[in-house]
Antibody, heavy 120, light 108 residues
């Protein structure tokens, strides 16, 4: 059974940092592109970042470029999102999601999400 | 950036009725890269349709997708109680990937 379990969310002050993790199981993690998607309270889905299968290529939404870094450890079956210089508008539930294959594919599995709250 | 617009914002219907949801793109999207997701309160989104018209694994056949170019449609032929949710379209072929704002299907 495919499982994605996020962790690392919490309350952080503006300007602070946080690292999210997404532990994957039930599939060959190293064969799939992975993504982060966020959802502010009561709002819609917003794509944040993606990483290819071996971690050599990444993309970011303009709103997080230069502040967030996506990475993965295929030996540990874990996806990461390092978030620096956090702002109030980064407050959201952050989901990790698996692309259904290696490439620009839809997201066939999602984690349950982890809440990040940026507030003083 | 490809902007997706969904209409209506809210659709109020009764169980058993037909729901027709629209997704319009600001520029042409290959059908290969158009997906639909369902999200219920407190839950992660679930993939419903990919390739504009192919149902994902386990999705009942009352859900169907159609369209091409800039206009896409998700149809639920007969609403079941568990179908009342928010539906998002997504284009995943061009970075940045984008989602529409969603259509909420609620009980009339």
């Amino acid at each position: 059974e495919v499982q994605l379990v996020e962790s690392g969310g919490g309350l952080v002050q503006p300007g602070g940092s946080l690292r999210l993790s997404c532990a994957a199981s039930g599939f060959t993690f190293s064969s799939y592109w992975m993504h982060w998607v966020r959802q502010a309270p009561g709002k819609g889905l917003v794509w944040v970042s993606r990483i290819n299968s071996d971690g050599s290529s990444t993309s970011y939404a303009d709103s997080v470029k230069g502040r967030f870094t996506i990475s993965r450890d295929n030996a540990k079956n874990t996806l990461y999102l390092q978030m620096n210089s956090l702002r109030a508008e980064d407050t959201a539930v952050y989901y990790c999601a698996r692309a259904s294959s290696s490439g620009w594919y839809p997201f066939d599995y999602w984690g349950q999400g982890t809440l990040v709250t940026v507030s003083s | 950036e490809i902007v997706l617009t969904q209409s209506p914002g809210t659709l109020s219907l009764s169980p058993g009725e037909r729901a027709t949801l629209s997704c319009r793109a600001s520029q042409s999207v290959s059908s290969t890269y158009l997906a639909w997701y369902q999200q219920k309160p407190g839950q992660a989104p679930r993939l419903l349709i990919y390739g504009a018209s192919t149902r994902a694994t386990g999705i009942p056949d009352r859900f169907s997708g159609s369209g091409s170019g800039t206009d896409f449609t998700l149809t639920i032929s007969r609403l079941e109680p568990e179908d009342f949710a928010v539906y998002y379209c997504q284009q995943h072929g061009s970075s940045p990937l984008t989602f529409g704002p969603g259509t909420k299907v609620d009980i009339k």
